[in-house]
């Protein structure tokens, strides 16, 4: 997959975002388990890429960054308007937090070495 291609896929969950926040939704989930792309990037089964989405752990994420960022930014505009916002701590204390206008799930599986 070209670096061309890679922004092309990016771009589109972008838009595929965009789309689904004017049809009304209230939440988006981005798939990256069960060996769909995202996942094959996330993988060093799969991804043997020796540029800046391979190699190392923080290339792996890369590719599902890009595109998780790329969707945000076209939920709420301005990704510096956003207010950090942590999953951690049990569930009834996540609950308890006042939920956001927009939500994104990102799906992901687990690997051993």
């Known amino acids: 997959m070209t670096q061309e291609d890679i922004y092309s896929v990016?771009?589109?969950?972008?838009?595929?975002?965009k789309r689904v926040k004017e049809a009304g939704f209230?939440?988006?989930?981005?798939?990256?388990?069960h060996f769909y792309l995202?996942?094959?990037?996330l993988s060093p089964y799969y991804n043997h890429?020796?540029?800046e989405y391979g190699g190392r752990l923080e290339n792996h994420v890369r590719f599902l960054k890009e595109c998780y960022f790329d969707l945000l930014e076209e939920l709420v505009g301005n990704l510096n308007d956003v207010e950090s916002t942590s999953l951690e701590?049990?569930?009834a204390a996540r609950a308890s937090r006042k939920p956001a206008r927009s939500t994104v799930w990102i799906a992901t599986s687990c690997w051993r070495s």
Do not use: C, S
Request: proline share 8%; hydrophobic share 40%; aromatic share 4%.
């Open 10 to 17: 990016v771009k589109a969950h972008g838009q595929a975002a």
């Open 26 to 33: 209230d939440a988006i989930e981005l798939h990256a388990a």
């Open 38 to 41: 995202l996942n094959q990037f």
């Open 49 to 51: 890429r020796t540029d």
């Open 89 to 91: 701590g049990p569930p």
